[in-house]
């Protein structure tokens, strides 16, 4: 059974850092990618960074050179360190994982950044 396992988000004010930590189990975690995905009231779902296997990086504009996706594969987890927050990067933020054809999301944690 896959588990993915967020923890990290809270209250912010803009200009500020959080980071954000999701736990896996349930899947060989090294053979997998694993992305950060974010939901704002109203929104669809946005992919906000991505780890390949080998730790090949990708972001969303909205997100470039100021968060930093990374991963552990000793313990299982991937991060997402958030600098310099503002306000729009307020959402409920999500791990995700794919294996085969299904895709697994962990429950989430809300991020809000006060102006």
């Known amino acids: 059974q896959v588990q993915l396992v967020e923890s990290g988000g809270g209250l912010v004010r803009a200009g500020g850092s959080l980071r954000l930590s999701c736990a896996a189990s349930?899947?060989?975690?090294?053979?997998?990618?694993m992305g950060w995905y974010r939901q704002a009231p109203g929104k669809q779902r946005e992919l906000v960074a991505r780890?390949?296997?080998?730790?090949?990086?990708n972001y969303a504009d909205s997100v470039k050179g100021r968060f930093t996706i990374s991963r552990d594969n000793a313990k299982n987890t991937v991060s997402l360190q958030m600098n310099s927050l503002k306000p729009d990067d307020t959402a409920v933020y999500y791990c995700?994982?794919?294996?085969?054809?299904?895709?697994?999301w962990g429950q989430g944690t809300q991020v809000t950044v006060s102006s």
């Open positions: 995700s994982t794919g294996t085969g054809a299904r895709v697994y």
């Open positions: 780890i390949t296997t080998g730790g090949i990086t």
């Open positions: 349930g899947i060989i975690f090294r053979h997998n990618a």
